[in-house]
C-alpha cells in the first residue's frame, strides 16, 4: 500500500476560520469565506497530484530544502526562491520557512535519528505566497504550503516553528502509518482525516510541534508554554490555537475553542482538531510526570509507539502502543512507564 494519501491537513482550524468570518462584515467576511470553500476543494484536487508526481529525493545531503515562491497563486509549487545552501533571499517568509523546515528537519535527524519525512533523506519543498491572503498553512501530501495570512486576523505563518513543525510531522506520520493514519476517501469527495485515528493524526503534529519548539528554545516542561500558533492570532482573533496543558480553554487560546481532553466527552463525528486534545492532553500529563526535558524522555517513546499503528488506530491502540514502547526503552516500572499509563489512564482512554 502507498504511503501516500493525499490528504490536506490544515493548520488552523475551520470552525476558527468560521467564527472569525462571522465577526466580520463585508470584503473580509467574504475572503474569508471564500478560503474556507477553497480549502475544501484544495483537498480532493491534492490528492490527485500526488499520485502521479515523483517523490523528491536526495540522499547525500543532512538536510534538503527548497522553498518556492507561488506568487499569489494557487499553482505548486511555484518559482524556486531558495534551494539548500543558498544565501537568504530577500524574501522574509522563504527565508523564515527555510530556517523553520531546517530546525523541523534537524530535530528528527539529531533527536530521533529520522531522515527527513520518509527517513531516507527525501528533499522537503515548501512554497511561501500561496494564494490571496490565505488565512492557512498546511502539508498536501508532498509539499508544505504557507499563506501570508489574512492581514487582519492572522499575522502570518511562516515565522511560526509551531506552525511549520506542526504541518513538517504530517509528512512524517503520513510515511510511517501506511494508508495514512486516519485518512478517509469516500467517492467524489476530498479525502480528510475522521475519526479517532484521524484526531491520532493531528495530535502526532501537534505533540511533535510542541517538542519542537520546547527543543529549539532549549525549554523543560516547566518553561515550556504548551501552546501552538501562539505567533500566528492576531490580539482580537485570539491568544493560540492550541493549548496542550489545557485543550478548550478558551482564554488560552480562542473564544469558540472546543479541544476535549476527557475520552467520555467524546463522540465518533468529532472533529479531528476537537479530540486531538485528548491525546495530546495524555502526552503533556506525562511529560510533566516525568520533568526534564520532553524530547528526551517522549521523543522516543511516542515516534516508536505511533510507528507501531495501524491507519484505523484507536486511542486506545495508541495508549498501548506508548505504554508498551515506554517499558521497552526505559524499563517496566520505570518512571517514564508509570507516567505514560497514567497519563492515558486520566484522560480516560485507559481504564
Ligand atoms: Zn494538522
Known amino acids: 500500500m502507498s504511503a501516500r494519501y493525499g490528504c490536506a491537513c490544515f493548520a488552523v482550524p475551520k470552525r476558527l476560520l468560521k467564527q472569525l468570518a462571522d465577526d466580520s462584515h463585508g470584503e473580509h467576511r467574504a475572503l474569508l469565506q471564500a478560503q474556507i470553500e477553497h480549502s475544501s476543494k484544495l483537498r480532493g484536487q491534492r490528492a490527485m497530484q500526488s499520485r502521479d508526481r515523483p517523490e523528491p529525493r536526495l540522499g547525500r545531503q543532512l538536510l534538503h530544502r527548497q522553498v518556492f515562491d507561488a ?7 511555484g518559482q ?45 519543498d515548501a512554497s511561501v505566497h500561496y494564494g490571496f491572503r490565505f488565512a492557512n498553512a498546511m502539508w498536501t501530501g508532498r509539499q508544505m504550503i504557507v499563506g501570508d495570512g489574512d492581514g487582519r486576523d492572522f499575522k502570518g505563518f ?16 503520513q510515511h510511517i502509518v501506511p494508508g495514512g493514519l486516519g485518512a478517509v476517501t469516500v467517492p467524489n469527495q476530498p479525502p480528510a482525516l475522521k475519526g479517532e485515528a484521524g484526531a491520532l493524526n493531528e495530535s502526532f503534529s501537534d505533540v511533535f510541534a510542541s517538542m519542537i519548539k520546547q527543543w529549539h528554545a532549549g ?19 485570539g491568544k493560540a490555537l492550541r493549548s496542550l496543558e489545557d485543550p478548550g480553554n478558551g482564554k488560552l487560546t480562542w473564544r469558540k475553542d472546543d479541544q476535549i481532553k476527557d475520552y467520555r466527552r467524546y463522540k465518533p463525528t468529532d472533529d479531528v482538531h476537537r479530540a486531538a486534545g485528548i491525546p495530546n492532553h495524555a502526552f503533556y500529563l506525562a511529560a510533566m510526570a516525568i520533568g526534564g526535558k520532553s524530547w528526551e524522555t517522549l521523543g522516543a517513546v511516542w515516534l516508536k509507539g505511533f510507528d507501531r499503528l495501524r491507519a484505523r488506530a484507536t486511542f486506545l491502540d495508541a495508549a498501548h502502543a506508548t ?23 486520566t484522560v480516560n482512554v485507559l481504564a
Open 71 to 77: 506568487q499569489g497563486q494557487t499553482f505548486l509549487p
Open 80 to 124: 524556486l526562491l531558495r534551494d539548500e545552501d543558498d544565501p537568504p533571499t530577500s524574501d522574509k517568509q522563504a527565508d523564515e520557512a527555510y530556517e523553520n523546515v531546517g530546525i523541523a528537519l534537524q530535530f528528527y535527524k539529531s533527536v530521533l535519528g529520522r531522515d527527513s519525512v520518509d527517513g531516507r533523506g527525501a528533499r522537503v
Open 158 to 173: 511562516s515565522h511560526s516553528l509551531g506552525i511549520i513543525a506542526h504541518e513538517f510531522s504530517h509528512g512524517i506520520c
Open 219 to 237: 525549554h523543560d516542561v516547566k518553561r515550556a508554554d504548551w501552546l501552538l500558533g501562539e505567533d500566528v492570532l492576531a490580539p482580537h482573533a
Open 323 to 345: 505504554v508498551d514502547v515506554a517499558a521497552t526503552l526505559h524499563g517496566k516500572g520505570s518512571r517514564p512507564h508509570e507516567a505514560v499509563k497514567s497519563g492515558w489512564k
